[in-house]
């Protein structure tokens, strides 16, 4: 039983692991770019969250109505200033930019706010949880959290696959010349991508807070464990990020069940040997690395 | 990278090629004053500057590692505190083991560069920017592993032991000059490495990947020897860190700040240089001296900074003075000219 619990527990945690890396995913996918201030954004919407609820009169639980829009927005514009400007340049760039932003974002939330611990409140909720067996205990919220992160892959899916902008991302990101002659607009295409990605990270920023303790170090960890589930499910799939998610969050369970010390050393591990025996991922295709 | 239309060869007689700019007999006397004049500076200068001109060379060694990674290899790591953490820890466990702290900083170095062999087989299975967090893993890993080990003080940290028999003025003294060595011997082999074959090789990757290939150039494998070669640079660095800094933690020796600053101290001076991570780390101790009262602002300031160079400045402060005055210290690239009938300079650098 103890067994079942791990797993369910690390299915929990997976679920979330997917909405944050959803972004990540999306970025790479159609703007070949890695935002390594991914987790820093997610961090800054949790900020966000906690700092306007008060202001808007609106409880913490329902920030995100307000809190993912303005992030959509801002992803929007900063693609097409910032990061479109670097990926002008070369990838090298990119990577250059998006950490230094790193790096800046974290120290100036440091700097603002204190290394001290913060949540988004959302009352006696948090506490409350199913209980269906003996030493099972299923936390409402992170159920929920489970539930938001497949709706939001599924609803992501769905967009891409049916609608005809979606379309039009997935033609940008398989060849952007072709596309370009075809009268795509891809700075604008890019710009929804980067939107889609920063109103996901937002959202799992917000989630993120209602679960546990955030502080402006908190991205990093974040940014990590959303990589690795990219990586362990394949690069370049939604649903293998769930399921790399997934995985991750079970492996971490399992090293935290034999020592706490551990859960973070299990789900790198994890990674490291997904990296040495199939690097292409679960889902991925060999392609996807070159 | 060629700059100018690519001059038709008539015959071999019409082209001279050169390394320097000027006579390296100024470079060599100036290099020679500094040296002779940072030798004895913990003799003639206050304690404080002496233990920030260590702190300057510790930096001074990683980004010129970073640089060799990045701007002559183009890997971006953001993992390199690994290999910082490393050196400090092989350097803490050899002296548990008895060993003079200060000769162990060259088993420092090839243990951290022997730990970087199995760690590229799995790294450059990625690319990019996947390859620049999977780096970041491997220090994650490192450190968490490192944590676990009791006898290194685990989490808690553990202080260096074989430095209590010597004086205070003493263990300054001999970790000053160790980490200037250090500093001496890194930045010099870089210089002579780039001006070597391998150095070649890497500029012609750099300059074109595919057509390199075609020549001949094992790209992997230079990249290989290149990614070793910085792990040891920077395992050098943090067995000096420990040795000047001896309280040893995971999290201090493992820190991301040491990435941040290395990235950025090259980014801001000049990318592709041997004199860029130099001058970015001089501009940076300015910075955080002037402004060490107000926390963690100088990073800020000095992150804003190098991200503004990345993006209107590519080539780094150093590449912006090289291209317009043509000048170089430390040349490592060759000048392909014409000889002097012409009076338009059709230059190819390297």
């Given at each position: 039983?103890?067994?079942?619990n791990?797993i369910?527990?690390?299915?929990l945690?997976?679920?979330?692991?997917?909405?944050?890396a959803?972004?990540?995913s999306?970025?790479?996918?159609?703007?070949?770019v890695i935002?390594?201030?991914?987790?820093?954004?997610?961090v800054?919407?949790?900020y966000?969250a906690?700092?306007?609820?008060?202001?808007?009169?609106?409880?913490?639980?329902w920030?995100?109505?307000?809190?993912?829009?303005i992030?959509?927005l801002?992803?929007?514009?900063l693609?097409?200033?910032?990061?479109q400007?670097?990926i002008?340049?070369?990838?090298?760039?990119t990577?250059?930019?998006?950490?230094?932003?790193?790096?800046?974002?974290?120290?100036?939330?440091?700097?603002?706010?204190?290394?001290?611990g913060?949540?988004?409140?959302?009352?006696?909720?948090?506490a409350?949880?199913?209980h269906p067996?003996s030493?099972?205990?299923i936390?409402?919220?992170?159920l929920?959290?489970?539930?938001?992160?497949?709706?939001?892959?599924?609803?992501?899916?769905?967009?891409l696959?049916?609608?005809r902008?979606?379309r039009?991302?997935?033609?940008?990101?398989?060849d952007?010349?072709?596309?370009?002659?075809?009268?795509?607009?891809?700075?604008?295409i890019?710009?929804?991508?980067?939107?889609?990605?920063?109103?996901?990270v937002?959202?799992?920023?917000?989630?993120y807070?209602?679960?546990?303790?955030?502080?402006?170090?908190?991205g990093?960890?974040?940014?990590?464990?959303?990589?690795?589930?990219v990586?362990?499910?394949?690069?370049?799939?939604?649903?293998?990020?769930?399921?790399?998610?997934?995985a991750l969050g079970?492996a971490?369970?399992?090293?935290?069940?034999?020592?706490?010390?551990?859960?973070?050393?299990?789900?790198?591990l994890l990674?490291?040997?997904?990296?040495?025996?199939?690097?292409?991922?679960l889902f991925?295709?060999?392609?996807?690395?070159? | 990278?060629?700059?100018?239309?690519?001059?038709?060869?008539?015959?071999?007689s019409?082209?001279?090629?050169r390394?320097?700019?000027h006579?390296?007999?100024?470079t060599?006397?100036?290099?020679?004053?500094i040296?002779?004049?940072?030798?004895v500076?913990?003799?003639?200068a206050?304690?404080?500057?002496?233990?920030?001109?260590?702190?300057?060379?510790?930096?001074?060694?990683?980004?010129?590692?970073?640089?060799?990674l990045a701007?002559y290899?183009?890997?971006?790591?953001?993992g390199?505190?690994a290999?910082?953490?490393?050196?400090?820890y092989?350097?803490l466990?050899?002296?548990?083991?008895?060993?003079?702290?200060?000769l162990?900083?060259?088993l420092?170095?090839?243990?951290?560069?022997?730990?970087?062999i199995?760690?590229?087989?799995?790294l450059?299975r990625?690319?990019?920017g996947?390859f620049?967090?999977?780096?970041?893993?491997?220090?994650?890993?490192?450190?968490?592993?490192i944590?676990?080990?009791?006898?290194?003080?685990?989490?808690?940290?553990?202080?260096?032991?074989g430095?209590?028999?010597?004086?205070?003025?003493?263990?300054?003294?001999?970790?000053?000059?160790a980490?200037?060595i250090?500093?001496?011997?890194?930045?010099?082999?870089?210089?002579l490495?780039?001006?070597?074959?391998l150095?070649?090789?890497?500029?012609?990757?750099?300059?074109?990947?595919?057509?390199a290939?075609?020549?001949?150039?094992?790209?992997?494998?230079?990249?290989?020897?290149v990614?070793?070669i910085?792990?040891?640079?920077?395992?050098?660095?943090?067995?000096?860190?420990?040795?000047?800094?001896?309280?040893?933690q995971?999290?201090?020796?493992?820190?991301?700040?040491w990435?941040?600053?290395m990235?950025?101290?090259?980014?801001?001076?000049g990318?592709?240089?041997?004199?860029?991570?130099?001058i970015?780390s001089?501009?940076f101790?300015?910075l955080?001296?002037?402004?060490?009262?107000?926390?963690?602002?100088?990073?800020?300031?000095?992150?804003?900074?190098?991200?503004?160079?990345?993006?209107w400045?590519?080539?780094?402060?150093?590449?912006?003075?090289?291209s317009?005055f043509r000048?170089?210290?430390?040349?490592v690239g060759?000048?392909?000219?014409?000889?002097?009938?012409l009076?338009e300079?059709?230059?190819?650098?390297?």
């Open positions: 039983m103890i067994w079942v791990v369910i527990q690390g299915i945690v997976g679920g979330f692991y997917a909405l944050f959803c972004g990540l999306l970025m790479f996918g159609v703007l070949k935002n390594l201030a991914h987790g820093d954004m997610a800054v919407a949790a966000v906690v700092l306007l609820s008060p202001h808007l009169h609106i409880a913490p639980l920030s995100f109505l307000v809190v993912v829009p992030f959509g801002l992803g929007y514009v693609q097409r200033t910032l990061i400007r670097s002008d340049r070369d990838p090298f760039t990577l250059l930019v998006t950490f230094g932003l790193s790096v800046v974002i974290e120290n100036l939330l440091l700097e603002l706010y204190t290394a001290n913060r949540t988004v409140n959302i009352g006696a909720i948090i409350e949880s199913w067996g030493i099972v205990y936390s409402y919220v992170s929920v959290v489970l539930a938001v992160a497949v709706l939001v892959l599924a609803v992501l899916q769905l967009f696959s049916k609608s902008t979606g039009l991302v997935r033609a940008v990101a398989d952007r010349e072709a596309a370009q002659l075809s009268g795509a607009n891809y700075k604008h890019f710009g929804i991508a980067a939107a889609i990605a920063f109103a996901t937002a959202l799992a920023g917000i989630a807070g209602m679960m546990t303790q955030f502080a402006p170090t908190s990093g960890v974040n940014l990590l464990f959303a990589f690795e589930a990586v362990i499910g394949g690069i370049g799939s939604l649903w293998g990020t769930l399921v790399g998610g997934i079970v971490q369970q399992f090293g935290a069940h034999i020592n706490p010390q551990y859960q973070v050393l299990a789900g790198n990674f490291l040997i997904v990296l040495a025996l199939r690097p292409q991922g991925g295709k060999k392609t996807a690395l070159a | 990278m060629s700059k100018s239309t690519t001059p038709r060869v008539e015959s071999l019409s082209v001279s090629i390394r320097s700019t006579s390296p007999v100024f060599l006397i100036g290099s020679l004053i040296i002779v004049l940072l030798s500076a913990p003799w003639i206050p304690a404080q500057v002496a233990s920030t001109l260590m702190n300057f060379f510790i930096l001074v060694i990683m980004a010129t590692m970073w640089n060799l701007g290899a183009g890997m971006v790591s953001i390199q505190q290999f910082v953490g490393l050196g400090a092989a350097t466990y050899f002296a548990l083991k008895g060993v003079n702290p200060f162990t900083i060259p420092a170095a090839l243990a951290t560069g022997a730990i970087a199995p760690v590229t087989y799995l450059f990625l690319r990019g996947y620049a967090i999977a780096t970041w893993v491997v220090a994650d890993t490192a450190m968490l592993i944590g676990t080990i009791a006898v290194l003080g685990g989490g808690t940290g553990r202080l260096m032991p430095l209590e028999n010597l004086s205070p003025s003493q263990t300054a003294h001999y970790s000053y000059l980490t200037w250090v500093a001496l011997i890194v930045v010099s082999g870089t210089y490495l780039l001006r070597s074959r150095g070649l090789v890497l500029a012609s990757i750099r300059d074109n990947e595919v057509a290939r075609s020549a001949g150039a094992n790209v992997r494998s230079a990249r290989r020897t990614y070793i910085a792990a040891a640079g920077c395992g050098a660095a943090g067995a000096v860190l420990a040795i000047s800094q001896p309280f040893i995971p999290t201090n020796e493992f820190s991301m700040q990435a941040a600053e990235l950025f101290v090259s980014m801001i001076g990318l592709g240089t041997i004199e860029g991570p130099i970015g001089i501009i101790f300015v955080q001296q002037s402004l060490q009262q107000q926390g963690v602002w100088y990073l800020i300031i000095f992150g804003v900074f190098a991200v503004a160079v990345a993006l400045q590519p080539k780094g402060l150093w590449g912006a003075f090289r317009r000048s170089e210290l430390l040349p060759h000048w392909v000219r014409r000889d002097q009938t009076s300079s059709t230059d190819l650098h390297e």
